[in-house]
């Protein structure tokens, strides 16, 4: 693990392979960079990866400042990150918010973009008033964070009906995923939640054409908003595939890893860059 500088935050990095293409991975909201350990010695044999903790979560910095953690300049922190590593152009995985900064970074960096894997994305919210709505919504969470903190938050989160299918997993499982969530910091996930979340991020469905990386799109048969949004964001992005993995929810990396794992490696080794 390092701290890289950017823009002035402090980003935690962690990096390794065997010298293949590089490979940015983003997790979600309330995860980390190392959610996707179960991946790493496959995805290693053949890409060098380099995951991150976006602001506010794990061990990266977390700004007071909720627009600091706007989709915009993790997008832009993110791009100069690679470019400063000299592993631009990248192929960049992001799963949920990490989808919706990797779009970011495909609409406004395509140079450090190589092929491009969206878990669950959005494109934004587009008419004005459910953006309101949404940000509503997400202060309302933001201040939950503020007055009853961390654990509180936590327990309303794994309860929302978004992560019903999680209920699948292992009690192991379930364990480990709650206990990595409390690992992060009630004002990072309140910062994170005004400055990153859907409601407040510039709506992208009208760049979505501009993209020129080769894109797999995947989401969850059980996610019926999450695999709406999938679909529309894999139509208006040119010869991207899409791919609805069955059975599962918002998170098929999590419900589903070894399917996930061969649709990473599928793409990333039959799609030219």
Do not use: C
């Amino acid at each position: 693990m390092t701290r890289i500088q950017v823009n002035g935050v402090g980003y935690e990095v962690r990096t390794g392979g065997r010298g293949g293409p590089p490979l940015l991975l983003i997790h979600g909201f309330t995860g980390r960079g190392s959610d996707w350990a179960p991946f790493l010695p496959s995805l290693r044999r053949v890409t060098t990866t380099i995951s991150v903790d976006l602001l506010g979560h794990g061990r990266s910095e977390s700004p007071r400042d909720p627009a600091r953690h706007a989709v915009e300049r993790q997008a832009e922190d993110l791009a100069a990150m690679l470019r400063g590593l000299a592993a631009a152009p990248a192929d960049v995985v992001g799963y949920s918010l990490g989808a919706r900064v990797a779009i970011r970074m495909a609409v406004a960096a395509p140079d450090v973009v190589g092929r491009l894997i969206l878990e669950s994305p959005s494109a934004g919210i587009a008419d004005p008033a459910d953006r309101a709505a949404r940000r509503a919504a997400d202060e309302q969470l933001a201040q939950l964070l503020d007055r009853e903190g961390l654990s509180a938050f936590v327990d309303r989160w794994e309860n929302l009906p978004l992560f019903a299918s999680e209920g699948s997993l292992s009690a192991g499982a379930r364990a480990r995923l709650h206990a990595a969530r409390l690992r992060n910091r009630a004002q990072g996930l309140a910062a994170s939640l005004r400055g990153a979340g859907q409601g407040a991020m510039e709506p992208l469905h009208d760049r979505l054409s501009s993209i020129a990386a080769p894109t797999l799109v995947i989401g969850g048969s059980l996610d019926e908003t999450g695999s709406d949004r999938a679909r529309k964001v894999a139509a208006a992005i040119p010869a991207a595939e899409l791919a609805v993995v069955a059975g599962v929810g918002h998170a098929p990396h999590r419900e589903a890893p070894a399917r996930l794992r061969l649709l990473f490696l599928d793409f990333i080794e039959r799609t030219p860059r």
